[in-house]
């Protein structure tokens, strides 16, 4: 499994102009649930510590190999929320890396427990 793991600064001159931008991005990528093969958890949350260093909003994505991911940055739903949201994006950061699937952690955790019985 690949985590895909993106957080932008998104632009708004006032402190409501900020919080539709976010809100835009929030409700724009909620959208693709269910359109996306492969892609298996979607999250995306809007930052509430409000630091000068922080990101405005963050999106985890997993998806079931790096082939189902690289499908993603070409599927037509996802082009188009790029497209919709280039204009209120002033940065990007991006995180992409293996991660083990829930249920052999799980399940590793257990095994691991068993043995010192």
């Known amino acids: 499994m690949i985590r895909h793991i993106v957080m932008w600064r998104v632009s708004g001159e006032t ?3 900020n919080l539709a931008s976010r809100q835009l991005v929030k409700r ?3 959208g693709l649930r269910g359109l996306i093969p492969g892609m298996h958890h979607l999250e995306i949350g809007m930052d509430s510590s409000a630091t000068e260093y ?3 909003v963050v999106l985890v994505t997993d998806f079931e190999s ?3 991911l690289d499908a993603y940055a070409s599927h037509p739903e ?3 929320v790029r497209q919709q949201l280039g204009c209120i994006r002033t940065a990007r ?3 992409d890396y293996p991660v083990e699937p829930l ?3 799980s399940l ?3 095994e691991t427990a068993n043995a010192g019985i």
């Open 15 to 17: 402190r409501e102009e």
């Open 28 to 30: 724009s990528f909620e």
């Open 108 to 110: 590793s955790t257990v």
């Open 93 to 95: 950061f991006q995180v």
């Open 103 to 105: 249920i052999s952690a």
């Open 78 to 80: 996802h082009l188009r």
């Open 66 to 68: 790096q082939d189902a």
């Open 54 to 56: 922080a990101c405005d």
